[in-house]
């Protein structure tokens, strides 16, 4: 079974079409890239996945269950679009830590939010909250930041602030870890620190969906491709095949473009 159902999807802000008929589905553990040239729709279908823009047309699901319909008759209450956030974990690219917050409270600064909504929060407050800090600073270990715990975003690395934003979105158990050009604001030299990290997920069977123009990282990391052009899925399938043979002539281009 799918853990996720795109089913056409569009999305047109003011005249502009930037999402034209989108349907996908991506398995349990699997990792998906979306690749295209800059402008095609793919940062804006992250952003309909995550409920930060709210598609027009189309449904979404989640394990067989409808967590978005467009043509439905009520809209989504503002506690309905929390709920359903939590099914997804989004990576910026630029970041967006707190900078008023160390690593660690970065880390634990959603969880402790949504713990404050607990019933037994009040009796168990200590409890929850060294619950939490135990759960963060193992996932900053695990991200090679144990010695960065108590650091604010100002005295990391750009590499650092981004695997710290990486375990922020762990921290949440997201059904899915969405990337939205996860190095695209990094050095080069810095770039490989956030893929290595990146790989490790993949290798945990991590179920991701990664937005990047790293042409050789996409198609080594993902089990599948996505190759968008214009606010469409022009190609879709396994990801080495289609980086390797593309059917169609803008993939073939766009590719060539990326190995000149």
Request: with cysteine.
């Amino acid at each position: 079974m799918a853990i996720l159902d795109v089913e056409h999807i569009c999305k047109s802000f003011g005249r502009t079409e930037v999402l034209k008929d989108i349907s996908f589905s991506l398995e349990e553990s699997q990792v998906l890239s979306i690749i295209g040239s800059s402008g095609s729709g793919k940062t804006t279908l992250l952003r309909c996945l995550n409920f930060l823009e709210t598609p027009d047309k189309g449904t979404m699901k989640i394990r067989d269950k409808v967590i978005f319909d467009a043509g439905a008759k009520t809209g989504l209450s503002e506690a309905q679009i929390r709920e359903n956030r939590l099914h997804f974990g989004l990576v910026f690219q630029s970041f967006n830590l707190f900078p008023q917050y160390t690593a660690l409270g970065n880390v634990m600064l959603a969880p402790e939010l949504e713990a404050k909504g607990r019933p037994d929060y009040k009796e168990k407050k200590k409890e929850i909250h060294a619950e939490i800090e135990a759960q963060a600073m193992e996932l900053l270990k695990q991200i090679g930041l144990a010695d960065r715990m108590n650091n604010y975003p100002h005295q990391l690395s750009g590499g650092q602030c981004q695997r710290v934003a990486i375990a922020r979105a762990l921290a949440m158990h997201p059904d899915i870890l969405c990337f939205d050009e996860p190095t695209s604001a990094l050095d080069p030299e810095l770039t490989g620190e956030v893929l290595k990290v990146i790989r490790e997920l993949a290798e945990q069977k991590t179920t991701m969906i990664i937005v990047t123009h790293e042409m050789s990282f996409a198609r080594d990391v993902a089990d599948v491709a996505i190759f968008m052009d214009d606010g469409y899925i022009l190609e879709q399938g396994n990801a080495k095949e289609l980086f390797e043979n593309p059917t169609q002539e803008r993939t073939k281009q766009f590719l060539r473009n990326y190995q000149s």
